[in-house]
Every structure is written in structure tokens, then in C-alpha cells.
T-cell receptor
């Protein structure tokens, strides 16, 4: 069964460094998402992406964040200058094309630790 | 804007006992409702979803949920749980126009032998 994959599973970085989190969505999906979950808190929407542009973003998704689909298979989330409060589990999700009722399929997540 | 409240952060139950995980939502528009499960060290997996039609929805692993519009609830139930049901369960909502999911805080289900 097709699945969403994410790399790395765990990333440790120093405050102020740039990180890139990678996701490979399900191959025939066209809608892509990033969510994050700070330890002990709820899963929060960050951004949705369709047709090579952002379709919606949350207040969390400020100028330090960016997303890209560089090669037609990967979907990346970049944090330019990480802060301690960026430490969280980051989930990628993708969705098919049959209208808005399609299910979002989630990857296993990348745990980001900012020191 | 939507919001989701999962009233119980932890629910311990004995194996083979029934369980109900509660979820209430708030929205000014019509919504789609979802339950996701997260097993240890894994991603979020869809258990079931309510889009329209019958208010009783059946999902995987013997779970079901009932949409109650008047009470704005979408409680998850299983008549007899198994050790393998130990996981975190998340209720989520999206409105008909939006793509994003709004999640509740999660409920950790612990099954005792």
C-alpha cells in the first residue's frame, strides 16, 4: 500500500541553523500539507500546497518557514533560522484529487530538536 | 474557525471492556469529521470519517463513531478493546471549504490486561 515517507526521523540542530525536512508524498497525490506537534500539545496545521503554490498557511508559518516541491516527488519544509520553540514533531500529509472529501495520508513524522 | 475538544487526555480500560473516547467540535459551518490513531513511533492513520449521510460511521479495527449535530459531538466507540488498541487517538475537523484539519488534543488509550 502506498505511503507517505519522511526523512530524517530525528533531526538535532543548533539554534539559528537552517533545517530542511523532507517528505515523499503518495505518487498520484496533488495536495500536500505540513503539520507540527509540540510535545504534549495538539497537532497544528502549518501550510497546504497545491499546483506549486501555497494555498493556505497558518499564523505559525511566518517568514522563517518555506515549502518547496523541487523535483516532482519530494516536498520539503525549510526553517531558515531555527528557534528553541521550533522543537516539535513535524508531519507531512498528502491527499488525492477526488474533491475535498479525500483523506489526508500522514507520514511517520520528523522529530526536530533545537538546542 | 473550527475547534475540537477531546474531553479526556487519558483513558485506561481493561482488555475486552468497551470504550468511548469523547470529541466535541465547534464550527459555524458544516464540517467533515475524522478520527486518527497514532501507534507508538508511527504516523497518524485514519480510523474513520464522517462526510455526510448516515450518522453512524464504521471504521477499521472494529471502531465506530456517531455524529450528533445537535450536541456537536463525534464520539468514538469500540465494544471490546484489545491490547493492540493502545495508542493516541485524535479527533479532527475540517469545514467544507477548507483543506486543513483542525485537531483535538488527543486521548491516550491504555489497555490493561
Amino acid at each position: 500500500e502506498p505511503e507517505v515517507t519522511q526523512t530524517p526521523s530525528h533531526q538535532v540542530t543548533q539554534m539559528g541553523q537552517e533545517v530542511i525536512l523532507r517528505c515523499v508524498p503518495i505518487s498520484n497525490h496533488l495536495y500536500f500539507y505540513w503539520y507540527r506537534q509540540i510535545l504534549g500539545q495538539k497537532v497544528e496545521f502549518l501550510v497546504s500546497f497545491y499546483n506549486n503554490e501555497i494555498s493556505e498557511k497558518s499564523e505559525i508559518f511566518d517568514d522563517q518557514f518555506s515549502v518547496e516541491r523541487p523535483d516532482g516527488s519530494n516536498f520539503t519544509l525549510k526553517i531558515r533560522s531555527t528557534k528553541l520553540e521550533d522543537s516539535a514533531m513535524y508531519f507531512c500529509a498528502s491527499r488525492g484529487t477526488s474533491g475535498r472529501t479525500d483523506t489526508q495520508y500522514f507520514g511517520p513524522g520528523t522529530r526536530l530538536t533545537v538546542l | 474557525a473550527q475547534s475540537v475538544t477531546q474531553l479526556d487526555s487519558q483513558v485506561p480500560v481493561f482488555e475486552e471492556a468497551p470504550v468511548e473516547l469523547r470529541c466535541n467540535y465547534s464550527s459555524s459551518v458544516s464540517v467533515y469529521l475524522f478520527w486518527y490513531v497514532q501507534y507508538p513511533n508511527q504516523g497518524l492513520q485514519l480510523l474513520l470519517k464522517y462526510l455526510s449521510g448516515s450518522t453512524l460511521v464504521k471504521g477499521i479495527n472494529g471502531f465506530e463513531a456517531e455524529f450528533n449535530k445537535s450536541q456537536t459531538s463525534f464520539h468514538l466507540r469500540k465494544p471490546s478493546v484489545h491490547i493492540s488498541d493502545t495508542a493516541e487517538y485524535f479527533c479532527a475537523v475540517s469545514d467544507w471549504g477548507a483543506q486543513k484539519l483542525v485537531f483535538g488534543q488527543g486521548t491516550r488509550l491504555t489497555i490493561n490486561p
